[in-house]
DNA sequence: GAGCACTGC
């Protein structure tokens, strides 16, 4: 196991993408190549000079003519209904132009700008500078709306928000007419969301030119001459309504503009320098056999003949994160005295957030800083002080397989532009560098991006809204890239079989249309349905909260006896379902007991108090408890008859059965289960109260594949319910 | 008897 510490000897940095072959280095594991052409360093260099100056974004037209951007933007704006925006990072897009385009008068009216993210952190974070720097209180003039979260008023012109949350309001407002401007920000990232963003926006504008020209019954007239290029809008008409053009902005950092442009029938790309460091390129001579080896020499390399500053290392899960840790620690001792000052610091999605916290925590002087992070370092956190980045070049990714309904992680290749986005974690305050753990040749063999996410999930919820939205055709809907033609099939099934769609394919009524409003998993959404038919909607709604975060029990490695004991004061000999519903019930009794007066921030501490001792997970606790409220609120808009079914679970588990008959799975006798829609074969995850007992038949909600194929969220159900429940699925023979 | 990247409504 021990790899003895390595020494290298130190390179000339060189510049011009020469490559230099590192002879008399022992170990010959890195070659050094500059990717920053002479001419580049020097454009990015005269705006650094210039940013010193001046605040204002900057824009490259012609080689070498920089131009000060705030009119030329707006004009840009003015003359194009929809504009490409590429800019790396830190040139200021996202707070700028928003503010431009105010000062220009496109808040006139009454109308709002409103600019959507990828993730929720960023959203609050940028509208809390913009308004800083525009000198108004958040939730004024500028805001920011996320799910739980709404900094907004009547009087708010530049609008922050996540872009789930647009797409909601979609629904209530199909024409998005309060907006003036939409910026779709970091584009590039191509989440499902964004990419249904697109195509609606895309649509809404097209309709709201309509609109204008009175052209609008054109759509439904057969005998219009509709030339070739004619595309009828697929919203709902607007009823003569008139709205003004809708002006759409997508920024993305990468370089592919053109799909974006192309997608938006050539529309105008426009460039902005960023303020980025350059950082140097460093590939190794051969592809290595064990990546992680290769991270421990290198991450000692760096410490031993690299200059001072932090190091950030990308790794695929929190296994192999724990796993470098430990032999980081294990060979500090081999390195020469004086050199034994590395401070390793993980951090992951899972790990509680005051663990988190230690990444951003000033390192001790004397000390160098290694960071084992996953991907959350990629976009979502930024950490400072990072000199030095290694990049092995993988990544845990998630996968859908619609045939069999199951999704797996697999570690794959990075993407080109994820290999960029991680180097360019090593340039944010001073120059840097990043060491990939492979050849420049396989470099080259990368994809250029990574596949879009909507290509590779189930596409339940995304058909769902989209009906929802009046989009009947999602088949032919124009997705900027298409999902396979099976995925969209297997939804359409699915939702067939939840009676969400009628035998037309439209959106049935009621069900239909409720499922849509609740911000669920379709097929959640049926058991919250289908619960007032049970009369335990109380304890469905529980359910779904806490189905709908991440894992509810904290197991840390060193104290799992403990863990299960606790987990014991919880469990339900029927299943998991009970069990995640006495959690729940059992921390609001604690909760209800210690408060005096109602204070958001101690019912916090008591809660965290209360999940660490009961090694429960505080942050998804948290996050149930907002989607049980924020759920509840949407059950009582539509009318649904509450009720409660106490300690009798019968008619709870004949609801759960009613409604997650898809996942049902039968015992076979060596002691595995049959998923009964898809035929595999199955086992009960290890970490469920039915692990190792021997109930005949089970309903589920997770088939995922590990090691194994398993299913997670496991209770018990009476086989004979099935035919009786749900007849569309499991007919009779007669 | 396992272990799961990251988001979002």
């Given at each position: 196991m021990a790899s003895p510490p390595v020494t290298i000897q130190k390179q000339a940095p060189l510049r011009g993408g020469r490559k230099l072959s590192n002879r008399g280095d022992p170990c010959q594991l890195l070659q050094v190549l500059s990717c920053i052409p002479d001419i580049c360093l020097f454009l990015v260099l005269s705006i650094l000079v210039f940013f010193k100056s001046s605040s204002h974004l900057l824009i490259l037209c012609e080689p070498g003519v920089l131009f000060s951007v705030e009119k030329r933007l707006v004009e840009e704006v003015k003359s194009n209904d929809t504009l490409i925006i590429v800019g790396e990072t830190g040139s200021g897009k996202t707070t700028q132009l928003p503010q431009f385009l105010f000062d220009a008068g496109f808040c006139r009216d009454g109308k709002t700008i409103g600019i959507t993210q990828p993730r929720r952190v960023a959203a609050v974070t940028v509208a809390k500078r913009v308004a800083e720097e525009c000198g108004v209180g958040l939730g004024q003039k500028v805001g920011y709306s996320i799910r739980f979260d709404d900094m907004t008023s009547t009087s708010t012109r530049i609008k922050y928000m996540t872009d789930g949350l647009l797409l909601r309001e979609a629904l209530l407002d199909p024409y998005l007419s309060r907006y003036s401007v939409l910026v779709v920000d970091e584009?590039?990232?191509?989440t499902v969301h964004t990419d249904v963003l697109l195509g609606l926006l895309k649509d809404v504008q097209k309709a709201r030119l309509r609109s204008l020209s009175g052209k609008e019954s054109e759509d439904k007239n057969p005998n219009i001459n509709k030339g070739e290029d004619y595309q009828p809008s697929t919203l709902k008409p607007c009823q003569g309504r008139k709205f003004p053009p809708l002006k759409l902005i997508i920024m993305s950092a990468s370089l592919d503009a053109r799909v974006f442009s192309e997608y938006f029938g050539g529309a105008r790309a426009v460039h902005i320098q960023g303020r980025q460091h350059p950082v140097e390129i460093l590939y190794t001579l051969r592809p290595q056999t064990d990546y992680l080896e290769s991270v421990l020499v290198t991450i000692f390399q760096v410490h031993l003949n690299e200059g001072p500053g932090d190091v950030l290392v990308f790794l695929t899960g929190q296994e192999e994160i724990e796993s470098v840790e430990r032999s980081v620690q294990d060979q500090m001792p081999q390195l020469p005295e004086g050199s034994r000052n590395i401070l390793t610091c993980p951090i992951f999605s899972s790990l509680p957030s005051e663990q988190q916290m230690r990444v951003f925590a000033t390192t001790p002087s004397g000390f160098r800083k290694v960071i084992l992070a996953t991907n959350i370092a990629e976009t979502s956190v930024t950490i400072p002080g990072i000199k030095y980045v290694i990049d092995p070049g993988f990544v845990k990714a998630r996968s859908y397989d619609p045939n069999k309904g199951m999704e797996s992680l697999i570690i794959i290749p990075t993407s080109k532009a994820q290999a960029l986005q991680r180097s360019g974690r090593a340039g944010r305050e001073a120059p840097g560098k990043c060491f990939r753990l492979y050849p420049e040749s396989e470099f080259e063999k990368l994809e250029e991006s990574t596949k879009p996410e909507i290509k590779r999930c189930n596409l339940s919820n995304v058909i769902l809204q989209l009906k929802a939205l009046g989009v009947d055709d999602v088949i032919g809907f124009d997705f900027i890239e298409k999902p396979p033609r099976l995925a969209i099939v297997k939804s359409l099934e699915h939702l067939f079989l939840l009676g969400a769609l009628t035998d037309e394919c439209k959106l049935s009524n009621p069900v239909g249309h409720q499922m849509a409003r609740l911000p669920l998993d379709p097929m959640y959404s049926k058991a919250l349905i289908q619960a007032s038919n049970f009369n335990c909607l109380e304890e469905m709604l529980i359910t779904v909260a806490m189905l709908s975060v991440e894992s509810i029990f904290y197991s840390p490695r060193e104290k799992s006896e403990e863990a299960k004991t606790a987990m014991k004061c919880f469990a339900n000999p029927e299943g998991d379902h009970i069990t995640l519903i006495n959690v729940f019930r059992v921390a609001n009794e604690f909760l209800e007991k210690r408060r005096t007066v109602i204070n958001k921030e101690k019912d916090e501490k008591i809660m965290r108090k209360w999940c660490k001792q009961n090694f429960v997970n505080s942050r998804s606790l948290r996050h149930a408890r907002d989607i049980y409220r924020q759920i509840r609120g949407h059950a009582e808009q539509m009318g649904f008859h509450f009720s409660s079914c106490g300690d009798n679970f019968l008619q709870f588990h004949r609801c759960l059965a009613a409604s997650f008959f898809l996942n049902a799975a039968l015992r076979q006798p060596e002691g595995i289960y049959r998923a009964l829609a898809s035929g595999q074969v199955v086992r009960i995850h290890p970490s469920s109260v039915l692990n190792q007992t021997k109930a005949d038949c089970v309903i589920f909600n997770e088939l995922v594949q590990t090691s194994q194929k398993y299913i997670r969220n496991v209770s018990i159900i009476d086989y004979l319910w099935l035919t009786e429940l749900a007849p569309q699925f499991y007919m009779m023979p007669n």
């Open positions: 584009a590039h990232e191509r």
